[in-house]
């Protein structure tokens, strides 16, 4: 059984960089064609993806990129997101994903709200 | 990057009714497209890949078609459970993009 969590701040300042933590179980990120990916969905709003980190260490990024970096430790079973320079705007929850090898989103997250204020 | 429009935004229709969701991409993704549901407090669920493809566990009232730049999900026969908000997204192209999501809506 697939699962993942999202660890991190729930409130982080402007300009404050934020770094997410995502601890999965049930699969390998060194297995063929899998990926580990993040996306956020402001309150009330559409979802968004940012990163994709593929079992090869392959990252793919959102138009976000100059302000994300994703991570993997393939033997704690985790994925780090780290985004820098946070505004008011990136308040949102942040999802962590599972992309299978069909390359689709298949399993989710509980997802963590990340709020920005000073 | 391609931009996903759904249609329409929110959708009103009583339980046994039939359900018909639109996303139209700005430039062909092939067969590149999955549809979620997401109910209130939870994470998407992934229903329909590859355009067509029922995901695992998904219930056969739900449909797919479509390719290039139009699809569809279809809902044959709704079920109270069924009301939510879904969205398309597509991988044929990056970055991977999502539509803006319709509301399905008791009526």
């Known amino acids: 059984q697939i699962t993942?969590?999202?660890?991190?701040?729930?409130?982080?300042?402007?300009?404050?960089?934020l770094t997410l933590t995502c601890t999965?179980?049930?699969?390998?990120?060194s297995t063929s064609e899998v990926g580990v990916g993040w996306i956020r969905q402001p309150p009330g709003k559409a979802l968004e993806w940012l990163a994709l980190i593929y079992w090869d260490d392959d990252k793919r990024y959102s138009p976000l990129k100059s302000r994300l970096t994703v991570t993997k430790d393939t033997s704690k079973n985790q994925v780090?997101?780290?985004?820098?320079?946070?505004?008011?705007?990136?308040?949102?929850?942040?999802?962590?994903?599972?992309?299978?090898k069909l390359r689709y989103f298949d399993y989710w997250g509980q997802g963590t709200l990340v709020t920005v204020s000073s | 990057?391609?931009?996903?429009?759904?249609?329409?935004?929110?959708?009103?229709?009583?339980p046994g009714e039939?359900?018909?969701l639109s996303c139209r991409a700005s430039q062909s993704?092939?067969?590149?497209?999955?549809?979620?549901q997401q109910k209130p407090g939870q994470?998407?669920?992934?229903?329909i890949y590859d355009a067509s493809n029922r995901?695992?566990?998904?219930?056969?009232?739900?449909?797919?078609?479509?390719?290039?730049?139009?699809?569809?999900?279809?809902?044959?026969?709704?079920?109270?459970?069924?009301f939510a908000v879904y969205y398309c997204q597509q991988r044929g192209n990056w970055p991977i993009t999502f539509g803006q999501g319709t509301r399905l809506e008791i009526k």
């Open chain 2, 43 to 47: 994470a998407p669920r992934l229903l």
């Open chain 2, 55 to 82: 995901a695992s566990g998904i219930p056969a009232r739900f449909s797919g078609s479509g390719s290039g730049t139009d699809f569809t999900l279809t809902i044959s026969s709704l079920e109270p459970e069924d």
């Open chain 1, 24 to 29: 999965f179980s049930g699969f390998s990120l």
């Open chain 2, 29 to 36: 993704v092939s067969s590149s497209l999955a549809w979620y």
């Open chain 2, 18 to 20: 039939r359900a018909t």
């Open chain 2, 1 to 14: 990057e391609i931009v996903l429009t759904q249609s329409p935004a929110t959708l009103s229709l009583s």
């Open chain 1, 80 to 100: 780090v997101l780290t985004m820098t320079n946070m505004d008011p705007v990136d308040t949102a929850t942040y999802y962590c994903i599972h992309r299978n």
């Open chain 1, 4 to 17: 993942l969590k999202e660890s991190g701040p729930t409130l982080v300042k402007p300009t404050q960089t």
